[in-house]
């Protein structure tokens, strides 16, 4: 693939996350935010698509990275993880596999149409997984540096009542 080509396509992913979040109606002050984890994600899926890793594996691995971001600028700006999920999910979304699927059990052709099918359903529950995966990471976290921040407190407080 040329360096035009993806430039192009880049910018086609940039500008369909960005009607796509503006249709849905996304805060204006959050919508570059979310925009840039949507390219991203179309970006890190090319390239891993151009290497000939596995599909399933290219959307479990741009699953990850795309989860891990929405993360990052939801507690950074303050916002739900969803907002930057979305349109980051957006690209990864297996639209051409359940075409195929429907168009060859319409054929009457059941083999190619369950397998791709089979495909649909792969790359979906690694999309869902590597979110589930994330969110679990993130949730853990979170909850270990809350632990940590009470017995400090604890601490704090247990010193305070030592010294009277």
């Known amino acids: 693939m040329s360096v035009a080509m993806l430039l192009i396509k880049a910018y086609a992913a940039f500008s369909s996350i960005i009607a796509f ?29 151009y290497i000939e890793v596995d599909i399933v594996l290219q959307a479990f691995i741009t699953g990850l990275i795309v989860a891990c971001m929405s993360h990052i600028f939801a507690r950074v700006l303050k916002a739900p993880v969803t907002i930057f999920l979305v349109p980051g ?5 297996p639209g051409g596999p359940i075409y195929r699927s429907v168009y060859y059990f319409i054929n009457d052709n059941s083999g190619l149409g369950n397998m791709y099918f089979t495909q649909t359903l792969q790359i979906a529950g690694a999309i869902a997984m590597s979110i589930f995966i994330m969110d679990s990471i993130f949730r853990q976290t979170r909850r270990y540096t809350k632990r940590q921040d009470y017995e400090e407190k604890k601490k704090r407080e247990d010193n305070v009542k030592g010294d009277y």
Do not use: C, D, Q
């Open 21 to 49: 979040s503006i249709v849905f109606g996304m805060p204006k002050n959050l919508l570059k935010y979310a925009t840039i984890v949507g390219v991203v994600s179309w970006v890190i899926y090319s390239y891993l698509l």
């Open 89 to 93: 999910i957006l690209p990864l979304v």
